[in-house]
Nanobody, 129 residues
Framework: QVQLVESGGGSVQTGGSLRLSCAASGFIFRFHCMAWFRQPPGKEREGVANIYIGDGTSYYPEESVKGRFAISQNYAKNTVYLQMNNLKPEDTAMYYC?????????????????????WGQGTQVTVSS
């Protein structure tokens, strides 16, 4: 049974940092892509970062997070992280971890919601000005 459990959300002020964690179980970690998405209040869920566990390559779709957010993995712990620095109020959202089989290279790209099969329950990030 696939399980994704996020943690690390919270409330910070503008310019602060948080590190989100996603612990995965129930599948062969190495052959998957793991991604972070976020859903601001009243808006669609959007991709933030994606990493192919097999070789550690990461992909970022949004100019707004490049240079501020970094996705990484700990293969031994079946865990991915999202380090978020210089947070802004517009980063306020529910953050979700997601996984998808990435044996097909076409999925190794900035994350697209419909390409991911399994989702965690989310962790809230709130940034105040």
């Amino acid at each position: 049974q696939v399980q994704l459990v996020e943690s690390g959300g919270g409330s910070v002020q503008t310019g602060g940092s948080l590190r989100l964690s996603c612990a995965a179980s129930g599948f062969i970690f190495r052959f998957h892509c793991m991604a972070w998405f976020r859903q601001p209040p009243g808006k669609e869920r959007e991709g933030v970062a994606n990493i192919y566990i097999g070789d550690g390559t990461s992909y970022y779709p949004e100019e707004s997070v490049k240079g501020r957010f970094a996705i990484s993995q700990n293969y031994a712990k079946n865990t991915v992280y999202l380090q978020m620095n210089n947070l802004k109020p517009e980063d306020t959202a529910m953050y979700y971890c997601a996984s998808a089989s990435c044996l097909r290279p076409s999925l190794r790209r900035p994350p697209v919601k419909d390409n991911f099969d399994y989702w965690g329950q989310g962790t809230q990030v709130t940034v105040s000005s």
